[in-house]
């Protein structure tokens, strides 16, 4: 049969092999790894919107395809499939998988307790598949973990995730046993500073109280706190506690409850309460994802696999919309990351030239000696795409020329959509059309050239 992975992220290729060992690992199987590769499928010269990934070789699978989806809700980054025929939202996956670049010696919160969410949003449509925590980790793991990474790593392991990626200590990373024991390790952990709200759980004989606040820039839209909160409630429901849990200290109104956001959705699942406030009835969308023949990273991915697959060019940024943001290269292979402002004190005090615009992907050409600087947008967008490209002189100032002073830089727009087959616009290097017509610009960069050709050539051999 085949393999399908479904997926919001650009497929990266070690996260690929990843996937492809964890299969044949549980199917007690052997396989070979060559060079990986991700083609686009063409029919005609004419993109089919689904890539095939070869270079890799196991008895069980036929083929192995990549797709990209999107999630109605709170969505993980992949979904797999063993079967033969292109999935469909009615069917069931052999895996969800979430997949992070974050480890715990760069974000405590974002590396663990604003992924968890996602997998109790996923687990109500497939409660009986494999879920997977992938760390993708591009910088060294952290030695010595933080009790903020320890305490959320066990919610992931009571809730039933499996890790992968990271190496865990058995003997600390264990799925608590008991209520009891998830509230003696939150209450023995450092609280935050005077001012912040801290994640406090007291238990009385007929409720628990979780104190921790939910409100962030007038909405409810607290990602860090909304995991956090819902995983502990999520362990204490498997834990066996079945009366009240009720958040307090949320600094919520009424008015920021609606009845599709997804902490209200996974209240109604799971019963919470939120302190004085009435939580809307909420019901989970029938379907969990459908396929993505609309958004803007069709084109931006698609020009990121061909270059990297067909030319000798990579990716030194990427940010496609809806994916998680990459580090930036340096010319010496480290991975940093990108600040937000080039002076955040001034940016603070009111001068809003200090924030740094990011393109969607930065390539580098290194047969040309150039790097390009990519704005993706929707072809309805096409003018705003163009004078974004205006927007990119602090991350080129800060970024590029100081790690690669002797490239040039070059500023276009890649999209996706219309029935169009030319494009007028020099800004424009190229357009993917919604019928996968491959369009290059008048003035397209040179790699764009090199990259469809010899994808032309491949599938005319």
């Known amino acids: ?46 993109f089919k919107f689904t890539y095939k990934v070869i270079g890799f070789c196991c008895n069980l699978i036929s083929n192995i395809y990549i797709k990209t989806i999107s999630g109605y809700s709170s969505f993980v980054d992949f979904l797999i499939f063993y079967q033969e025929n292109q999935p469909e939202p009615d069917d069931t996956p052999l895996y969800m998988i979430e997949e992070t670049k974050t480890d715990d010696k760069e974000s405590r919160n974002t590396g663990v307790y604003q992924r968890c969410s996602k997998f109790i949003v996923a687990n109500h449509y497939y409660p009986d598949i494999k879920k997977i925590m992938l760390y993708n980790l591009k ?36 799925p608590f046993e008991s209520v009891k024991e998830l509230i003696a390790l939150k209450e023995a952990m450092r609280k935050p500073p005077n ?35 819902t995983a502990i409630s999520d362990c204490l429901r498997k834990l066996g506690w079945d009366k009240d ?92 990351p990108i600040e937000k402002y080039s002076d955040k004190i001034a940016y603070k005090a009111g001068d809003k030239t200090k924030i740094i615009y990011i393109p969607d992907l930065i390539l580098i050409d290194l047969d040309r000696t150039k790097i390009i600087n990519v704005e993706g947008k929707k072809f309805k967008f096409k003018n705003q795409g163009i004078e974004e490209l205006g927007n990119y002189n602090c991350i080129e100032e800060y970024y590029i020329k100081e790690n690669y002073p002797n490239f040039q830089i070059i500023r276009t727009v890649v999209l996706y959509g219309s029935n169009k087959e030319e494009i007028m616009e020099i800004e424009v290097g190229f357009l993917l059309n919604k019928n996968g017509k491959l369009i290059l610009g008048i003035q397209a960069p040179e790699l764009f050239h090199e990259a469809i050709r010899n994808l032309l050539d491949f599938w005319r051999t």
Request: overall charge neutral.
């Open 139 to 174: 910088v060294t793991q952290k030695e010595t973990p933080t009790p903020t990474y320890i305490f959320g790593t066990r919610l992931l392991l009571t809730m039933g995730i499996h890790i992968l990626g990271k190496d865990l200590d058995a003997n600390i990373f264990k």
């Open 1 to 46: 049969m085949n393999l399908w992975i479904l997926t919001e992220e650009r497929p990266k290729k070690e996260v690929i092999v990843m996937i492809l060992q964890e299969f044949v690992k549980d199917k007690e199987q052997g396989a070979f790894c060559d060079t990986l590769r991700i083609l686009p499928i063409l029919d005609n010269e004419t």
């Open 245 to 336: 849990i009720v958040i307090t200290d949320h600094g919520l109104s009424q008015s920021h409850l609606g009845n599709r956001n997804k902490f209200t959705l996974i209240a109604n699942k799971l019963n919470i309460k939120l302190l004085g406030l009435m939580i809307p009835n909420a019901d989970f969308n029938p379907n969990y994802w459908k396929y993505d023949l609309d958004g803007e990273k069709l084109g931006t991915i698609f020009i990121h696999l061909i270059v990297e697959n067909f030319t000798t060019g990579y990716a030194i940024f990427e940010n496609h919309a809806g994916c998680e943001k990459g580090y930036f290269i340096t010319a010496d292979c480290r991975y940093i």
């Open 195 to 229: 001012g912040n709200v801290p994640i406090l759980i007291i238990k009385s004989n007929n409720e628990i109280k979780i104190s921790g606040r939910l409100l962030k820039s007038d909405s409810l839209s607290h990602d860090p706190n909304i995991g956090a909160l």
